[in-house]
């Protein structure tokens, strides 16, 4: 066993895992792209969406927004249709917890099928990065969500690292309440 290797891991994982989290990241891209779904996925079919939904509209927009970032749709796409749905004060409150559904979905799905498979990453410049995170995991990915938000590539690369599920969350619920704050009083601002 590598060192890194957490020793309840099934061994299909350790040997296959990091293939198998790259065909999971191609195969959800295509998925969306060849299906039209990234693009029939706009803001006006969201909001659609969730308003017709009626009581069920908020589940729904959570659902829609974590199906949605698995396959790649920009994150933006969501917080414009909640906060043109809930508006300002709301929406913010509805797309904080959808982009925290959403983020940490995607971590579960591909620790799942990934393992942590960048913990035992030998390049040195990759070594740097893994350590910051290993010793200051919530700044880490706090700052990291302010910069990237809701990018799928760190969706996927945060789950491969050893990073735990509390830390992810701490971290994304941190790094993300700027980004959504700011987008909540720009697209009220516009559109209310």
């Known amino acids: 066993m590598k060192q890194g290797d957490a020793p309840n891991r099934p061994s299909w994982q350790r040997r296959y895992g990091p293939w198998l989290a790259v065909l999971l990241f191609a195969g959800l891209f295509a998925l969306g792209k060849l299906t039209g779904l990234v693009e029939r996925l706009?803001?006006?079919?969201?909001?659609?969406?969730?308003?017709?939904?009626?009581?069920?509209?908020?589940?729904?927009?959570?659902?829609?927004?974590?199906?949605?970032?698995?396959?790649?749709?920009?994150?933006?796409?969501?917080?414009?249709?909640?906060i043109l749905a809930y508006g300002g004060t709301l929406?913010?409150?509805i797309c904080l917890l959808g982009a925290l559904v959403s983020v940490s979905a995607s971590f579960v799905i591909v620790r799942a099928v990934g393992g942590q498979a960048l913990a035992n990453a030998r390049s040195p410049l990759m070594q740097r990065m893994l350590d910051r995170l290993?010793?200051?995991?919530?700044?880490?990915?706090?700052?990291?969500?302010?910069?990237?938000?809701?990018?799928p590539p760190l969706n996927f690369a945060l789950a491969m690292t050893k990073l735990s599920f509390r830390h992810h969350l701490l971290g994304s619920a941190a790094g993300l309440i700027a980004p959504i704050l700011a987008a909540s009083v720009f697209f009220d601002w516009i559109f209310n």
Do not use: C, Q, Y
């Open 42 to 82: 706009d803001t006006n079919t969201v909001r659609t969406t969730i308003v017709d939904a009626g009581a069920w509209g908020v589940l729904a927009f959570i659902m829609i927004f974590a199906f949605g970032e698995l396959i790649h749709v920009p994150g933006m796409v969501f917080v414009a249709a909640g």
């Open 91 to 93: 929406g913010f409150g």
């Open 134 to 151: 290993d010793k200051h995991p919530v700044i880490t990915v706090a700052a990291l969500r302010g910069v990237f938000w809701l990018a």
